[in-house]
């Protein structure tokens, strides 16, 4: 009886017995040597029975085997430099706990309908494997940069009476008979928490009643927000540009083996550092006129308008002071030009779009009244928010980041279905 281990940490058992449970990723047999590809959610290896190992019986048993089939194996493992991952197992016993039937997703070409509509069994597939890696580095990174860097973790609420971004994209809930909403983000109970507890970040799932079929929108997202008090637009910029270098210094720190799955050209990401590149709103219209784009101050950049821009450039662009017209209602207003608000927005490279986007906050009491009556929300409903300018106002400011939009520019990945385990889009709610 070999050690109980996982494929992940073979190289540890150079030379020694093992045991491995996990699933029958394919086979191949010539009649008197077998190979079984095994997976076992770590990784693959490739797994050699040969008849002059083991029993005609167990070698029967391996040939009655189909894709997906759980397994354990026990064997020998051998460094092999041209087997896959380095090492290879000379099996010497074999357990089936379940032969799988016709497994639906062969290792051929699939439509993505088809893949989506079996999005349960395509994660075990290595490409959707990696994705799921770098996202967890992804996330991982997220936690221990703001956990180090002395951000409280302190959850918001999903359930809420509140907009923040517009009523548009709002997903109603009936409340008991009272008309209550799925989060957009969780910025305003974040500024309560930060003028309680300084630097504080909060990270979980947002909704969006996205209307439009896009690549880079889901219903349903993952953001981390931080929120910080006593700090300004500038130090807001600062923070997410050192968030943003950090996760990909710990992507390529320890997920290139996912990258390479992936096919990602790693050198677009090696060169990514701070301090990034800055332009104003006005700016970035400037260069997309020059580029000869009709587009005119005062309006949202779309998909096609950010590609354009990133493309200048091949560190993430920052983008900051938009006209407060197209910005939220809470966006402070620049003391320099009152057309315009203190907020920014991060542009991933290579045209991924928009991983970032934040500002300072209104402070002063008065003038975010008069925000919340001109944008039509009911003041009643934010009374709450406002006494965080009633008692103990100050500069804060903060920003949120889209987990799949960061994933997937850093796997290469321009669908946004492929960056988290069951997307939620316009046209899409199952599996
Ligand atoms: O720019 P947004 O709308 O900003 C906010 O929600 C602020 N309240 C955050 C804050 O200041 N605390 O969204 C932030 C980020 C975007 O830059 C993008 O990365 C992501 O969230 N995002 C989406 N990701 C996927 N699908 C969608 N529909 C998204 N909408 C925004
Ligand atoms: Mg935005």
Avoid at 270 to 281: A, L, Q
Avoid at 292 to 297: E, R
Avoid at 334 to 363: H, N, S, T
């Amino acid at each position: 009886m070999g050690s109980l281990t996982t494929i992940q940490r073979l190289s540890e058992f150079a030379g020694q017995s093992v045991e491995l449970q996990g699933w029958v990723y394919n086979t191949r047999s010539s009649g008197k040597i077998g190979f079984l590809m095994l997976r076992d959610g770590t990784g693959i290896v490739q797994s050699v029975i040969s008849t002059d190992d083991v029993s005609g019986e167990l070698f029967g048993t391996f040939e009655t085997l189909t894709q997906e089939s759980a397994v354990t194996v026990r064997g020998e493992v051998r460094e092999d430099k041209r087997a896959p991952g380095g090492y290879e197992l000379l099996v010497n016993g074999l357990d089936v706990h379940h032969v799988a039937q016709d497994y639906p997703i062969a290792p051929k070409e699939h439509g993505t309908a088809f893949l989506m509509d079996h999005r349960h069994l395509w994660l075990r597939s290595r490409r959707q494997h990696a994705i799921m890696l770098v996202r967890h580095e992804v996330i991982r990174a997220c936690r221990d940069f703001l956990d180090n860097n002395d951000f409280v973790l302190v959850d918001t609420p999903i359930i809420t009476p509140n907009a923040v971004e517009g009523t548009t994209t709002l997903f109603a809930i009936d409340y008991f008979g009272r008309s209550a909403y799925l989060t957009q983000s969780g910025q305003l109970y974040n500024e309560a928490n930060a003028i309680a507890l300084k630097k504080v970040y909060c990270f979980g799932p947002t909704f969006r009643a996205e209307k439009s079929k896009t690549r880079r929108h889901l219903t349903e997202f993952w953001m981390v927000e931080p929120e910080m008090a006593y700090c300004d637009l500038d130090g807001n910029i600062e923070w997410a540009e050192q968030l943003v270098a950090y996760i990909v210094s710990r992507v390529l720190e320890t997920r290139m083996e996912q990258l390479d799955v992936l096919e990602r050209d790693v050198s677009r990401l090696e060169v990514i550092g701070t301090p990034f590149p800055r332009v104003s709103y006005t700016e970035a219209v400037d260069m997309l006129q020059k580029a000869g784009i009709d587009f005119q101050w005062g309006g949202d950049f779309g998909g096609g308008d950010e590609t354009i821009l990133s493309e200048n450039f091949e560190q993430p662009l920052i983008i900051h002071r938009f006209p407060a017209a197209i910005k939220a209602f809470y966006m402070k207003r620049d003391p320099d030009d009152e057309r315009l608000a203190l907020g920014v927005d991060i542009l991933a490279p290579e045209g991924y779009g928009e991983i970032v986007g934040g500002g300072q906050r209104e402070d002063d009491l008065d003038t975010l009244t008069t925000l919340i009556k001109q944008n039509d929300l009911p003041l009643e409903d934010y009374q709450w928010y406002l006494d965080l300018r009633r008692y103990g106002s100050v500069p804060h400011s903060g920003f949120g980041m889209g987990i799949e939009r960061v994933v997937g520019w850093i796997c290469g990945v321009p669908h946004l279905r492929e960056t988290i385990p069951y997307p939620r889009t316009l046209t899409r709610l199952e599996p």
